[in-house]
T-cell receptor, first 110, second 114 residues
Framework: GENVEQHPSTLSVQEGDSAVIKCTYS??????FPWYKQELGKGPQLIID?????GEKKDQRIAVTLNKTAKHFSLHITETQPEDSAVYFC?????????FGSGTRLQVQP | NAGVMQNPRHLVRRRGQEARLRCSPM?????VYWYRQLPEEGLKFMVY????????ESGMPKERFSAEFPKEGPSILRIQQVVRGDSAAYFC????????????FGQGTRLTVV
């Protein structure tokens, strides 16, 4: 089955700086890679995703890059704001359910 | 267009009781996934269901846990004879298709076993 590893586990940045979270996956059949943001006491919220036929996708301050050869993908948040503080999860999927990384706790210092 | 609805949001059970967690998927979604999250940890896959079928239950404990998704009504995750170690947040997600497609989560049920 799929195994997804995520780094770092915690990340602290100053407001306005960029944040980068990296994930690797094991199953070469995986072809869909979503990112979720989870705020305290809430369910995970889908914020961006990328499919294997695309190398990069951007949505305002958030971007995701995918390197299928190396089996890794990254989340980039630019111009961070305090409301970006949350736990972020990457995930990969082949044919069945999503397998999640262990999460990154992002703290944006005002 | 309502999102994924889970109830109850909070559930307290004494050891040995049964817990029933409900999940109504988004309209038009026929695929349901259950995940468990312990405090300060990630999301662990439990079971994947389609209407009236269990597709993958590889993450479900062999005993005391069961899940169903009937033709009519919500998906149910049932935990019999709960123990303190079952205390966790249980999340349900739904998607319109299997595999590489968007999955949307509910707000979860926080189960506390006392």
């Amino acid at each position: 089955g799929e195994n997804v590893e995520q780094h770092p586990s915690t990340l602290s940045v100053q407001e306005g700086d960029s944040a980068v979270i990296k994930c690797t996956y094991s199953d070469s059949a995986s072809n869909y890679f979503p990112w979720y943001k989870q705020e305290l006491g809430k369910g995970p919220q889908l914020i961006i995703d990328i499919r294997s036929n695309v190398g990069e996708k951007k949505d305002q301050r958030i971007a995701v890059t995918l390197n299928k050869t190396a089996k890794h993908f990254s989340l980039h948040i630019t111009e961070t704001q305090p409301e970006d503080s949350a736990v972020y999860f990457c995930a990969g999927t082949g044919r069945r359910a999503l397998t999640f990384g262990s999460g990154t706790r992002l703290q944006v210092q005002p | 267009n309502a999102g994924v609805m889970q109830n109850p949001r909070h559930l307290v059970r004494r050891r040995g009781q049964e817990a029933r967690l409900r999940c109504s998927p988004m309209k038009g979604h026929s695929h349901v996934y259950w995940y468990r999250q312990l405090p300060e940890e990630g999301l662990k896959f439990m079971v994947y269901l389609q209407k009236e079928n269990i597709i993958d239950e590889s993450g479900m404990p062999k005993e005391r846990f069961s899940a169903e998704f009937p033709k009519e009504g919500p998906s149910i995750l049932r935990i019999q004879q709960v123990v303190r170690g079952d205390s966790a947040a249980y999340f349900c997600a739904s998607s319109p298709e299997q595999g590489n497609t968007e999955a949307f989560f509910g707000q979860g049920t926080r189960l506390t076993v006392v």
